[in-house]
């Protein structure tokens, strides 16, 4: 594998703009489109572009949050809830991350796009905002819920969980998708910092990428939640389910053609600096 220093600085440039316009655009941490750019463009190993995602997710999540907020599309107290249940699951992701294979990680991936992809084409007309919004217990044990699957996910393999969070809160709670957006990148910020943090310290985390992929998509989230607020929100739902079903199938024939080779995942391979 070549040394990482090599890798010149405009390709992180490109995929931070990627996807931090995804980011804002469709209410996710962006690594839908990291995992596969940074797998299959930069050529990092699996699980070393899953953890580095986490670290750039955590700065185009605060921008597209932020951006959502100022529209009036944020729900503070269940972005709170949702967060509690998915910093628990960062531990458990981060747990499994290290005891299972790589081919399995990128297979569990796949999956969960796939699955999310489906009900996205289906769509949905949801109808809860900000304001027509009320707490209950069973609202508050399925925001936990939420939370702890989005949280395992994050950390296993290396999404913010807006894959998750965004399409349970529009179908499970009927919640609009602007707000559901605008919520879900609330979420990522803890939670894919914590999951960061905690992939690190089996040094799967290349920090040279995350910092520059997380400071260039800043710019790409504030402009993506910009014009999302603008379409309509079946629109939104569809143009996610597309994206996700293309890197699933971009994902899976790199992964059948690995089978040919493959090739130790270890530590050393992580490019850190």
Known sequence: MRSQQSIPVYKFILVGAAAGLLSGLLGVGGGVILVPLLALWIGYAQKTSQATSLVAISFSSVAGAVSYAVAGDVLVIPAAIVAVGGILGTFIGSWLLHRVSEGQV???????????????????????????????????????????????????????????????????????????????????????????WRNSRHGYVNWRAGIWIGTTGILGAVAGSQFALELPELWLQRGFAVLLLYSGFRLLKQWHANRQRPRPDKPDETGKD
């Open 106 to 196: 990128r297979l569990l991936f796949v999956g969960v796009m796939l699955i999310a992809a489906v009900r996205l084409i289906v769509g949905s007309k949801s109808f809860i905002g900000v304001d027509d919004f009320s707490l209950s217990v069973v609202l508050v044990a399925g925001f936990v819920a939420t939370g702890l699957v989005m949280g395992t996910l994050s950390s296993l393999i290396g999404i913010g969980g807006g894959v998750v969070v965004v399409p349970m809160l529009v179908f499970a709670f009927g919640i609009s998708s602007h707000v559901a957006q605008g919520t879900s990148l609330l979420v990522m910020i803890p939670t894919a910092a914590v999951g960061a």
